[in-house]
């Protein structure tokens, strides 16, 4: 019998697009023997590591499946009836399955290329209709990254929108302690001061009590209030007193609210708030252990500019047919750098997608037939609570309802347990219990049985007034009431995205961004109730799965990192920088030298360094690049003599973003150190290392990790993320902080080491945490190492192949790059006018995603191929691009004009081909199929190039009228 060397259980060979005989013709192509020796040439000696990975062997699917199923069983699924912004969920199971379990949806790109981005440019437009509906205010972003944080932004906004020089901000006490404990870390961090006060009685009221228990407000005038309804308490607060008297002060007031109340409650923006913000997770979103989630944040009219992340507008494209683009503040980090409104990039758009469409699904009598059930439910218990003699402490509630047990809480949080219910046991004399589309009658009877209650005949005197009701109608728009059978919903998810090229379809060469196989086995067990069902705060005994996954998952990262510890807190790659830069702060502080407070930067960076190094507090210095691309040694060494005792670190990115491995990167760590800096190395290009070299045994103190690039989390149309920091062993002290309030069982630690927390979870999003957790036990040390190694030979074979097309900007030793190259354009444009985007939106016609357009180097192309891409994919990216480039030859010969080439004309409708009249300089055949392959198989964008000023110009961020979709007729 004969044996084929082919292992079907090797999940390696499943991972790595190249076949054997594929990885040889491309060794061939760059005249290397086998993968070591190409390794051996590109990655500098002084950096290669050559012991194995400490980590255990690669296991199959099954196997590693079976590990997961007998994880999640050691978490203890309850009725979760904590609250304090998590509330169990029903997902849809049209929604489930065709969306946040749908590749179509979870491997798509962050929508930058928004002709091919459609579908889930419409589904966030919808999200942010939702809010703005729900909210009262005229305008929405896209998704935050959690609650927590999208307090902090509203803080920020504040004060930016202000311009004051001098203030404070009031804080209620009501707010959650996780967005308390983020928030007034974030404000510490750039000396803005805040004060948590209580509003119970009015501002006056709490200003006054404060100032009369021997608070001192900071100098300066009130910038703004924060506002929590319903606040952690569960009370409702007619909060008309509390704005007024914030007006009167000339501040500006965000509330941070929640979206199913608001099916019920009067808005915000009736109520005079400013702003709006607070989680989306119970549109749909199971809890996850505490995310992902889409937080949100809306603004009235004039703070739009104002917004931090992604919004969605509407434009128009070529045909003045209407398209959806991201609007104004796209990508600003980089352009403004440390200037920029914040520093998320990476936000939350998958779950944004899940809760708008949840919206969709049930409209908005569903949506308030739900809010008032769960509000039902609690009015029952508090009515039964009531009539048992017991004290309801709240007399207006939605969902929560706070109980009086002096001295029993503990006792009765612990029997609640037993009966299988999480409660809030928020001191020794009180519990709270949070309703939610889940409760039941039967739960309200068992949960009443605690208290030696049962339900009453009628709940006087609890409830909501009048006064705190809605009388305005939200989610009017069409697309609320067209798709509410299973039928319709369906058919909507998949023509949305139908209209988007995602992984599922082609590759995506996007430098930077590493976007790799999700294999279906590392996706499949988030979804298990025993991984999605548990609130962020249950007792530790209930999460024994969630430590074991997560502790394995941090020591294994670094093990991969050369770091002493992990922490997964950070819920993106910015908050890990944040996080990070904390930690370099606060270590500087413990050791009395607080008067390092500025960061070196190479002008190369990512704009999310330099943005959370301001966040940090720490001011910039930008150091210069040489022509090789590597950070010019004599300019660090001017910067740091000149800087001195003023340097906190430096923050690099290794392999650099020009896609090199830098010959010279443990000088800059040496020098940076021997100055008394800390080193930052910035791992959101960790495929380029992962078992060749460590950043933390090359000179690195800290770095954060992006999961959703090296270690196969999808990118789910631009997120969610998650940016684990790593930190050398003197860092350690310096982890963030436990967001989890006092009370609950998971945590109270705010800052341990003084470093305040990142994410309003303790573990961020450890919902998606098995997806890299099965990515690591699926690969095993040598598939992870050959993972790195066909990523820098598809990098390589591409850059090879285009070379005599498009110069290739950078190389390192031996002419090789990394695991991405950067295609210069720039003097092809000079001679004959076709840019950078031309060739992008050319792409779109061949089927292709386009690369990293314009960074880190405007005018050039950035193409991270990875591993998973087979040779017949890479070959077909190449071709398209040679064939572009002989179009772009043409050009130059005067064939055509740019601007009626199918360059500039790209990319090409159906529609725009099939008109009767065509007078283009070139076939219709030529611009639907310049190469011949696509006859059998065709991506049809569904718009034309968009109009990106125009969209700016005319902002307008919510859902078109449905008569705007009409075509304009007879001009095709
Ligand atoms: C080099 C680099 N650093 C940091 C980031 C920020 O990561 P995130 O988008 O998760 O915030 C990115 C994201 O693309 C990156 O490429």
Not at 221 to 230: H, I, M, S
Not at 684 to 709: E, I, Q, T
Request: net charge negative.
């Amino acid at each position: 019998m004969t044996h084929s060397p082919f292992d079907p259980d090797l999940f390696a060979d499943r991972h790595i697009g190249p076949r054997g005989h594929e990885t040889s013709a491309m060794l061939a192509e760059l005249g290397y023997a086998d993968l070591d020796a190409l390794v051996d040439a590109a990655v500098p000696a002084s950096i290669r590591e050559r012991e194995p990975l400490d980590l255990p062997a690669a296991r199959s699917e099954a196997e590693v499946l079976d590990d997961l199923r007998q994880i999640a069983a050691k978490n203890q699924v309850k009725r979760q009836m904590i609250g304090l912004g998590y509330y169990p969920t029903l997902t849809p199971p049209v929604i489930r399955r065709n969306v946040l379990e749908s590749p179509a949806w979870y491997t798509a790109y962050t929508p930058y290329q928004p002709e091919i981005s459609q579908g889930r440019l419409e589904a966030l437009l919808n999200f942010q209709q939702v809010v703005e509906d729900l909210t009262g205010l005229a305008i929405a972003g896209a998704s935050l990254l959690d609650e927590a944080t999208a307090v902090a932004e509203a803080v920020a906004l504040m004060w930016r929108a202000s311009r004051a020089k001098q203030g404070y901000v009031v804080l209620d006490a009501e707010l959650f302690g996780q967005s308390l404990a983020v928030t007034q870390g974030r404000a510490e961090a750039v000396g803005l001061p805040v004060v948590v006060l209580s509003l119970e009685d009015g501002l006056d009221a709490g200003i006054a009590a404060f100032e009369a228990d021997g608070g001192t407000l900071p100098p300066g005038r009130l910038v703004g209030v924060v506002v929590q309804q319903a606040g952690a308490s569960g009370r409702v607060l007619d909060t008309r007193g509390v704005v007024a008297e914030a007006k009167e002060r000339g501040a500006l007031v965000t509330m941070a609210t929640d979206l199913l109340a608001l099916t019920m409650l009067v808005s915000p923006g009736e109520l005079g708030a400013d702003i709006a913000v607070g989680s989306a997770q119970r549109f749909g979103v199971p809890l996850f252990y505490g995310g992902p989630h889409a937080a949100f944040m809306a603004v009235r009219k004039g703070l739009e500019r104002q917004l931090p992340g992604r919004l969605v507008g509407v434009s128009v494209d070529a045909d003045g047919a209407v398209a959806y683009r991201l609007a104004l503040a796209t990508r600003e980090q980089h352009i403004r750098r440390e200037r920029a409104t914040s520093n998320i990039c990476t936000a939350q758009a998958l779950l944004a997608i899940v809760a708008s469409m949840y919206a969709v699904y049930h409209g908005p009598d569903g949506l308030r037939a739900i809010g008032e059930r769960v509000h039902g439910r609690a009015v029952a218990l508090a009515g039964g609570l009531r009539a048992a003699g017991t004290e309801v402490e709240h007399g207006a509630f939605f969902d929560t309802v706070r109980v009086a047990v002096p001295g029993r809480a503990a006792a009765v949080g612990a029997a609640a347990v037993e009966a299988g219910y999480n409660l809030y046991v928020a001191d020794s004399d009180h519990v709270q219990i949070a309703c939610d589309e889940t409760t039941t009658e039967a739960d309200v009877v068992a949960l009443l049985g605690l208290f030696g209650a049962a339900p009453a005949d009628a709940a006087e005197g609890v409830g909501l007034d009048d006064a705190l009701l809605r009388g305005t109608e939200y989610l009017q728009h069409p697309v609320f009431h067209q798709h509410r059978s299973e039928t319709a919903m369906l058919r909507y998810l998949r023509s949305l995205s139908d209209k988007d090229l995602a992984l599922d379809r082609t590759m995506i060469p996007l430098g930077s961004c590493t976007m790799k196989l999700n294999a279906t086995a590392e996706m499949e067990p988030i979804s298990w109730p025993g991984f999605a069902d548990l609130h962020p705060y249950v007792p530790a005994d209930q999460a024994q799965g969630y430590a074991e996954l997560i502790g394995t998952l941090e020591r294994q990262l670094a093990e991969i990192t050369g770091y002493a510890a992990v922490s997964v807190q950070p819920n993106a790659g910015s908050q890990g920088e944040l996080a990070g830069l904390l930690a370099i702060r606060a270590f500087h502080a413990s050791r009395g030298e607080e008067v390092r407070d500025l960061v070196l930067i190479p002008a190369s960076a990512h704009g999310t360094n330099a943005a959370s190094a301001a966040l940090a507090g720490l001011r910039v210095v930008v150091v210069a690049t040489a022509d090789d691309g590597e950070i010019e040694l004599d300019d660090l060494h001017a910067k740091l003599a000149q800087h001195g005792d003023h340097v906190a670190g430096i923050m690099i990115t290794y392999p650099s973003t020009h896609g090199v491995y830098e010959e010279h990167v443990r000088e800059v760590c040496a020098a940076v150190h021997d100055a008394g800096g800390q080193v930052y190395i910035d791992g959101a290009n960790l495929n380029a290392l992962v078992g060749l070299a460590r950043p933390g045994r090359f000179g690195g103190d800290v770095s954060h990790l992006n999961l959703h690039k090296t270690f196969c989390i999808p990118h789910g149309g631009g997120g969610p993320g998650v940016g684990p920091v790593a930190v050398a062993e003197h860092l350690v002290p310096f982890l963030p902080g436990d967001p989890a309030p006092s009370g609950t069982a998971a945590g109270g630690d705010a800052a341990a080491g003084g470093v305040p927390p990142v994410s309003a979870a303790p573990h961020g999003s450890a919902g998606i945490l098995p997806i890299s957790y099965a990515y690591l036990a699926l690969m095993g040390p040598d598939g992870l190492t050959a993972a790195t190694e066909n990523a820098v030979l598809t990098a390589n074979y591409v850059a090879s192949r285009l070379r005599g097309h498009y110069p290739v900007l950078y190389a390192g030793a031996n002419g090789l790059v990394a695991h991405e190259c950067i295609l210069d354009l720039r003097r092809l444009t000079a001679e004959t006018g076709v840019t950078v985007d031309d060739v992008a939106k050319r792409l779109v016609d061949f089927g292709f995603h386009a690369p990293t357009m314009a960074f880190p180097v405007p005018g050039t192309l950035m193409v991270e191929p990875t591993e998973s891409e087979d040779l017949a994919e890479l070959d077909r990216f190449v071709e398209a691009m040679i064939a572009i480039r002989g179009e772009i030859d043409a050009v130059a010969a005067g064939r055509w004009s740019v601007e009626d080439s199918p360059l500039r004309n790209a990319p090409h409708t159906a529609s725009s081909l099939l008109g009767a009249a065509w007078e283009r300089p070139y076939s219709r055949e030529d611009g639907a199929y310049p190469v011949a392959s696509l006859r059998r198989g065709k991506y049809w964008p569904p718009v034309r190039r968009i109009d990106q000023a125009h969209g700016d110009r005319n902002l307008q961020c919510s859902c078109p009228p449905i008569d705007a979709y009409a075509e304009p007729l007879g001009e095709n």
